[in-house]
C-alpha cells in the first residue's frame, strides 16, 4: 500500500499542525526590506527614549562608561542625512557579493553551472550515483542559489531512470543543496556575504577588525565529508522506504551536447590554469601574494583577495565555456551575459542600503555595544557559557530561520549583537559565525519561507500532482534532523578539541 494513502498518525498530525502555524504566520512576516526599515526606525525611537534613561555600560575591555546617543535630536538627523550615502557605499557586503556575482552569475547565465552538474551525475557509476548527486548538490551552493533551481528535476530524472522514486530523488537533491548550505569544499558566494556582516558586527568591540571569508573554511569542508554519507543514509533508509515504489511514466534525460563537453574541456583547462598561476603566486616563501614582510599566508594579499580571486575563477572558465559553446560570439554578448548575471541583484542592493543604515544607527546609538555588553553579563549570571552558550545560539537561529529564510537578513540583524556580546565572553567572531551557518542551514529544507521550496514542490507535483506541502516536507524533515544532530556532534567535538576554524582563526580571541 502506497504510505501516502494511509491515515496520518498523531505525530504525522501535529506536524502538519506545526508546519500550517509556521507558514501561517512566517507569511505574515513583513518583506525583509519592510523589516530592516521596521528594525531601523525602533533603533531610533530606542536611541531617544534610553537617552533620556541615562542607559549606559562599561566596557570590560577599556572600563570606559558607554552611554546611548539620542539619533532623534538635531544632531543625530544631521549624522543620519550627510552619512546616508556613505553608510550604503562603505557597507563591506554589498560590494563583495556584487565583485562575486559578476564570476557566479556569468557561469550561471552561459549555462556552465548546468552542464557540470549534469555531465557528473551522469557519468558516474550506479552505485556511487548518490553520494555523488550529494556532494554535487553540496559543491553547488558556490552557485549561490543556482543548484536549489537546476539539480533537483535533474535527480528525479535520474533516480526515474534507475527505477527508484523520483520525489526521493528530488528530496535528496534539494535537501542536500539547502540543509548543507555551508558545507563546501571550496568557498561560495555566502563565505564573503556573511563575512561581511560579520566584521560590522566585531568593529562595534575592534574597530580594526577584518574579516577572512576564509574564516570556517576547515570546519565547513570537514563538514561536506562528513554530510555526505549522512544524507545518502537518510535517503535509502527513510525516504525512499516512506515513499515506495514510483508507478508513473518515465522520461528521458536530456543528454550533454558535444559543444558542451568540449566546453567543459575547455573550461576545465582554464580552471587548471588559473589554479597553477595562484599557486606560483602563493607556495613560494618570498611569493608575490604573501606578506612582504613576513612571508605569511594567513595574514597576506592572498587572503585580502579572495573576493577578486573567486570572481575570477568564476568569471574566466564561464567565459571561455561560453566562447567554445557559441553561447557567448560577440563582446556584446559578453556585456549582456554579464549584465543578466547582475540584474538579479536589484532585491539585494535594495535590502543592503536599508541593512546598512539599520546597522549604521545600531553602532552610532551605542545601543550595540551597550546589548552586547548587559547581554553577555545576563549569560554569565546565568551561567550560560561555553558550549551550551553556542549550543543555544544554533538553536535560535535554527528557528528564525523557520520564519526568515534569508542568510544575509538574518545575519544583518544577528551580528550586530551576537558577534560582540560573544567576543565579550571570550569568543571569536569567526566562531560565532559558525555557530550561525549551522542553525541558518539546518532548517532551510523545512521552512516554506525559503522561495526555492515552492519550486522544489512545483517539481514534486509533476511526479504526484496530489503531493501537497505536509507529505513534501515529511520526505525533507529527516535530513534536517539528521544533519542537525551531526553537524552539532561535529561542532562540539570541534570545540572540545580546540580545532582551528580557518587560516588564522580560532574558537577563542586569545589564541
Known amino acids: 500500500m502506497d504510505p501516502n494513502n494511509k491515515k496520518p ?76 550615502v556613505p553608510n550604503f557605499t562603505s557597507f563591506p557586503p554589498l560590494g563583495i557579493v556584487l565583485v562575486v556575482m559578476l564570476g ?40 549561490a542559489d543556482a543548484a536549489m533551481v537546476v539539480l ?31 558545507a563546501n569544499l571550496i ?36 563538514s561536506c565529508f562528513i554530510l555526505v554519507p549522512v544524507a545518502v543514509l537518510v535517503t535509502t533508509k527513510i525516504v525512499e522506504p516512506r515513499l515506495g515504489s514510483y508507478t508513473g511514466t518515465t522520461e528521458k534525460i536530456e543528454e550533454v551536447t558535444k559543444s558542451e563537453k568540449r566546453g567543459l574541456l575547455w573550461a576545465g583547462i582554464s580552471i587548471s590554469v588559473l589554479s597553477v598561476i595562484v599557486m606560483f603566486l602563493t607556495i613560494p616563501q618570498d611569493a608575490l601574494l604573501r606578506d612582504a614582510e613576513t612571508g605569511s599566508l594567513t595574514v597576506s594579499p592572498f587572503m585580502t583577495g579572495l573576493v577578486p580571486l573567486m ?24 556585456a549582456d551575459h554579464l549584465a543578466k548575471a547582475m540584474s538579479g541583484m536589484g532585491m539585494y542592493i535594495v535590502i543592503a542600503f536599508v541593512a546598512a543604515q539599520m ?39 535554527a528557528l528564525i530561520n523557520l520564519m526568515v529564510a534569508s542568510a544575509s537578513a538574518k545575519w544583518a540583524i544577528l551580528a550586530p549583537v551576537f558577534v560582540p556580546m560573544f567576543m565579550i565572553v571570550g569568543y571569536s567572531p569567526a566562531f560565532t559565525q559558525l555557530a550561525y551557518r549551522i542553525g541558518d542551514s539546518i532548517t532551510n529544507p523545512i521552512t516554506p519561507m ?6 522544489a514542490l512545483t517539481f514534486a507535483k509533476k511526479y504526484d500532482p496530489k503531493i501537497g506541502i505536509g507529505t513534501f516536507m515529511a520526505s525533507l524533515l529527516p535530513y534536517s534532523i539528521a544533519f542537525a544532530i551531526v553537524w552539532i556532534i561535529l561542532f562540539a567535538a570541534w570545540y572540545f578539541l580546540g580545532l582551528p576554524l580557518g587560516p588564522g582563526e580560532f574558537i577563542h580571541l586569545n589564541n
Not at 117 to 138: F, Q, Y
Not at 156 to 172: S, T
Open 152 to 182: 533537483p528535476p535533474i535527480v528525479a530524472m535520474i533516480f526515474i531512470a534507475l527505477g527508484r522514486h523520483p520525489i526521493a530523488g528530488l528530496a535528496a537533491a534539494y535537501a542536500s543543496v539547502a540543509g548543507g548550505f555551508s
Open 9 to 84: 498518525g498523531i505525530a504525522n498530525r501535529l506536524f502538519s499542525k506545526f508546519l500550517d502555524f509556521i507558514e501561517n504566520y512566517g507569511n505574515k512576516l513583513p518583506d525583509p526590506v519592510m523589516l530592516f526599515i521596521i528594525i531601523a526606525g525602533i533603533i531610533l525611537l530606542c536611541s531617544a527614549v534610553f537617552a533620556a534613561l541615562g542607559t549606559s555600560a562599561v566596557n570590560p575591555a577599556t572600563d570606559e562608561e558607554i552611554f546611548v546617543v539620542n539619533l532623534l535630536n538635531g544632531e543625530g538627523l544631521i549624522m543620519i542625512l550627510t552619512e546616508l
Open 187 to 222: 568557498l561560495s558566494m555566502l563565505d564573503p556575504l556573511v563575512a561581511g556582516f560579520t566584521q560590522t558586527g566585531a568593529q562595534i568591540i575592534d574597530a580594526n577588525y577584518v574579516a577572512n571569508p576564509a574564516m570556517n573554511y576547515y570546519f565547513l569542508a570537514i
Open 311 to 334: 570572481m575570477v575563477f568564476f568569471l574566466v572558465p564561464a567565459l571561455v565555456y561560453g566562447l567554445v559553446t557559441k553561447v557567448l560570439k560577440s563582446s556584446k554578448d559578453i
Open 359 to 397: 546597522i549604521a544607527f545600531f553602532n552610532w546609538s551605542n545601543l550595540g555595544p551597550i546589548v552586547a555588553i548587559k547581554g553577555a553579563d545576563l549569560l554569565q549570571a546565568l551561567g550560560l557559557t561555553g558550549l551550551p552558550l553556542l549550543l543555544g545560539f544554533i538553536i535560535v537561529a
Open 104 to 143: 557566479v552569475g556569468l557561469a550561471e547565465s552561459t549555462g556552465l553551472i548546468s552542464a557540470l552538474m549534469k555531465t557528473t551525475i551522469m557519468n558516474t557509476p550506479k552505485k556511487l550515483i548518490l553520494p555523488v548527486i550529494v556532494l554535487v548538490a553540496m559543491l553547488g551552493n558556490a552557485a
Open 450 to 455: 525559503l522561495a526555492y521550496f515552492a519550486i
